[in-house]
């Protein structure tokens, strides 16, 4: 069964950092495109990060930009996201999601799998 688990959150002070990870079974996540939401309290969902299959290339929200970094681990079958110089405003639950077609970020097809998210507080 294809699934997607991701764990690292918790609660941190501004300007900290921290590293979320989602960690896939039931496929190579390795051979997928994958992208990492957030969706704060009361607002939409929002596209933070994503990395090609094959850890080709990656694109970042420009709210991110400089601050967050996508990664593979590819014998672990795991992306990560490092966050660091955390604000206020990236208080959110964080999702990892896989692309089944495709295989850069920018190929327009779905998101179509989604883990269950794991929530970042960074308290202001």
């Known amino acids: 069964q294809l699934q997607l688990v991701e764990s690292g959150g918790g609660l941190v002070e501004t300007g900290g950092s921290l590293r979320l990870s989602c960690e896939g079974s039931g496929f190579n996540l390795h051979n997928y495109v994958i992208g990492w939401f957030r969706q704060a309290p009361g607002k939409e969902p929002e596209g933070v990060a994503c990395?090609?299959?094959?850890?080709?290339?990656?694109d970042y929200a420009d709210s991110v930009k400089g601050r967050f970094t996508i990664s593979r681990d590819s014998a672990k079958n795991t992306v990560y996201l490092q966050m660091n110089s955390l604000k206020s405003e990236d208080t959110a639950v964080y999702s990892c999601?896989?692309?089944?077609?495709?295989?850069?970020?920018?190929?327009?097809?779905?998101?179509?799998?989604w883990g269950k998210g794991t929530r970042v507080t960074v308290p202001s």
């Open positions: 999601s896989m692309k089944t077609l495709g295989s850069t970020c920018k190929d327009p097809y779905d998101f179509d799998y």
């Open positions: 990395i090609n299959s094959g850890g080709g290339g990656a």
